[in-house]
């Protein structure tokens, strides 16, 4: 819909559910500016269109935006249609009662009730922000089509309400099928919570809408549910990594960290009484291998007691649950809990994962009888670093290093000290974005972003919900060289999905080519600046 | 799901243009795809990858990790990117038909 200024994007909360051609349009011109050399909008084409034969098979779903993060194929008919409507329904009701909703229930009510429409929120959501501020993308904009359906649909008294609010907001499967959509437009960053002078929390709102579809409708992204979740727990790891396979890979992965520092590196499996139960996301055993080489070092360079499982999900510390749907979550977290009493641990180290750290040491807390102390690798590795337990050379590190702040490990669980004090210990010219901390920016690949790359989201996510972080990337280090790519920069992103959003970040806007910007995590500059190893940890040729 | 059509061919795709049944690759798939990647001829040097991605797929079922392909390939990450330029995970693998990588990779 052409708004006054010219821009395609909703008038009303009201068009969501009327049908259109398409809802919203972001032009390669109305993207937040990027500074040079990344300010030639030639070298960044827009998104490109959806194919012909995906929008007619798709349907409604494929008429929100430019993009189609999951889709819903088009019902054959009205009376299907129908159907969807009455189930959506009937999830929106059980979204608010406390049998279904025991986890949220409380805030979800609150930020339905509450919301003063102060637009303070707005200011600080990077999708909308980066969009060019395209009113779908507004964080309360999503919001609001769940607030009047709340007050017309499930708050007692709501058909008066209707008579007197002139929402109009007309339940149609549009709606439903784009809401669905929507719902995979906000990176639960909740830095708009973060900033509400009352409380009201817009990613707690979009992450029960996701739970909504798929708890009652089963509507969720493959990469989430069915070879994430499902995958998991049935043969072990959101990877494919069966039991055997991801053996066989720390085995490589320990001998070749063992042969580049010159000593033995070793990963104990399934030791019975050991002291903590290490779980970190399993990605990294495929993609960042390092990661989980220095995290070896580290604990093994420590003298510490320690061991990892190889039972279903014991190795893989990811929960995509935490993502879309709170029974998944509580099934994942069980299962870590249940292998860590059976290992008879002292606790369970969580990784260098964001979204691990936000499921299982947080939120598990409302599923688990059976709670086990959980502590972030972040806060050992610090106390190791300051021990004296291993020795580091600080010039080992001297390249410019800046620090990503991975959303569910800082703003929403407070750990923002720890991983600083390692880095001004081992990086000389260690400098933060602006802002940091708890008022950090998502990577862009936040909520599962990051693993989603169906039709052209992959373009939408590197030029819109990532945009905002590389910016702050290149702000960072404003000071050095950006048009000298042998000057090699370092950002540290201590969370396996935030890597996977810059490294697609940075090869879409050429970083590594342009600028010579790089990315890993905080293990592998510990064991970089380790004193005595043959060679460094950090090959840039492999990054 | 949507199809792949190469020289009068058919074969079913899913949204990232990976093939859905890996039994149903062949050489003359590979070099369809490939053009999809940005890859105009599949050298000894492509192959050499491409055939390494298929025996460990065939033998884990899963693809291999990243250095690991490196390593035994003697291709150092680089290269493979410059063979590949959507990656090895993208580029490669879907090449070599393997199923899109899951998790967080």
Redesign the interface.
């Known amino acids: 819909m052409p708004g006054a200024n010219g821009k395609q994007q909703p008038r009303s909360v009201r068009d969501i559910g009327r049908r259109s051609e398409r809802l919203a349009h972001v032009a390669v011109e109305e993207l937040m500016p990027l500074p040079a050399p990344y300010d030639v909008s030639e070298d960044f084409p827009g998104i490109a269109p959806l194919k012909d034969e995906t929008r007619a098979r798709y349907g409604a779903s494929a008429t929100l935006d430019d993009t189609l993060a999951a889709g819903i194929p088009q019902p054959a008919t009205e009376e299907d249609e129908r159907k969807i409507v009455e189930a959506f329904l009937s999830g929106l009701r059980k979204l608010f009662s406390r049998e279904n909703n025991w986890t949220f229930l409380q805030p979800l009510v609150l930020s339905m009730e509450h919301c003063a429409r102060c637009q303070t929120c707005a200011a600080d959501c990077p999708v909308f922000e980066a969009s060019g501020r395209n009113e779908l993308y507004r964080p309360t904009f999503r919001a609001e089509v769940l607030r009047r359906l709340y007050f017309r649909h499930v708050k007692p008294g709501g058909a008066w309400y209707n008579t007197f609010h002139s929402s109009g907001l007309e339940l149609t499967y549009d709606l439903v099928a784009r809401l669905f959509e929507l719902a995979y437009r906000c990176t639960l960053c909740r830095r708009c919570a973060q900033s509400c002078p009352i409380g009201v929390d817009n990613g707690l709102i979009t992450h029960d809408l996701r739970k909504l579809f798929s708890q009652e409708l089963g509507w969720a992204p493959k990469e989430l549910h069915n070879k994430g979740t499902v995958q998991q727990l049935t043969l072990g790891s959101s990877t494919g990594m069966n039991k055997l396979v991801v053996k066989d890979n720390i085995e490589f992965i320990d001998e070749d960290m063992s042969e580049r520092l010159g000593w033995e590196v070793k990963t104990p499996w399934d030791v019975q009484g050991a002291d903590m139960l290490v779980i970190e996301n399993a990605g990294e055993f495929l993609a960042w291998p390092e990661n989980h080489g220095c995290t070896a070092a580290i604990l093994n360079g420590a003298g510490l007691s320690w061991t990892m499982s190889s039972e279903i999900a014991g190795y893989d510390g990811v929960n995509y649950g935490l993502f879309y749907d709170d029974v998944q979550l509580a099934r994942v977290a069980t299962r870590h809990f249940r292998i860590a009493k059976q290992l008879g641990v002292k606790k369970i180290v969580m990784g260098e994962c964001g979204h691990e750290h936000k499921a299982l040491g947080v939120i598990a807390d409302r599923v688990g009888l059976d709670l086990v102390p959980r502590e972030s690798l972040l806060t050992l590795v610090r106390d190791i670093v300051y021990s004296g337990a291993i020795n580091v050379d600080p010039s080992r590190n001297d390249f410019p290093v800046t620090l990503h702040d991975p959303c569910n490990i800082v703003r929403n669980m407070g750990i923002v000290q720890p991983q600083r004090d390692v880095l001004r210990k081992i990086c000389p010219q260690f400098r933060e974005m602006t802002p940091h901390g708890i008022r950090n920016y998502c990577c862009g690949g936040g909520s599962g972003f990051a693993i989603m790359s169906p039709n052209n989201f992959e373009q939408w996510r590197n030029l819109i919900s990532s945009r905002k972080k590389f910016a702050q990337i290149l702000g960072a280090f404003a000071d050095t060289e950006l048009n000298d790519p042998e000057q090699k920069k370092y950002v540290c992103a201590p969370c396996s999905n935030c890597k996977g959003a810059i490294r697609d970040m940075l090869d879409f806007y050429g970083a590594k080519e342009k600028s010579g910007i790089y990315y890993g995590g905080l293990v592998e500059l510990v064991v970089n600046a380790m004193a005595g190893a043959a060679e460094p940890i950090l090959d840039w040729e492999m990054m | 799901m ?1 199809d792949f059509e190469y020289n009068g061919k058919k074969v079913v795709v ?3 243009g990976f093939i859905q049944d890996p039994d149903v690759w062949n050489e003359e798939l590979a070099n369809a795809l490939a053009q999809v990647e940005g890859v105009d001829q599949l050298t000894d040097e492509h192959w050499n990858i491409v055939n390494y991605l298929r025996n460990y797929y065939q033998q ?4 291999p ?4 392909l ?2 035994e390939t003697k291709t ?3 290269r493979v990117y410059e063979l590949f330029p959507s ?1 090895p ?2 580029g490669a693998c879907k090449v070599a038909g393997l199923p899109k ?5």
Not at chain 2, 65 to 68: A, D, I, N, Q, T
Not at chain 2, 101 to 105: A, D, E, F, Q, R
Request: proline share 12%; net charge positive; glycine share 12%.
């Open positions: 949507p899913d949204e990232d884990f079922g899963i693809a990790m990243v250095r690991k490196c390593k150092p990450l680089k990656g995970a993208k990588p899951t998790g967080c990779v």
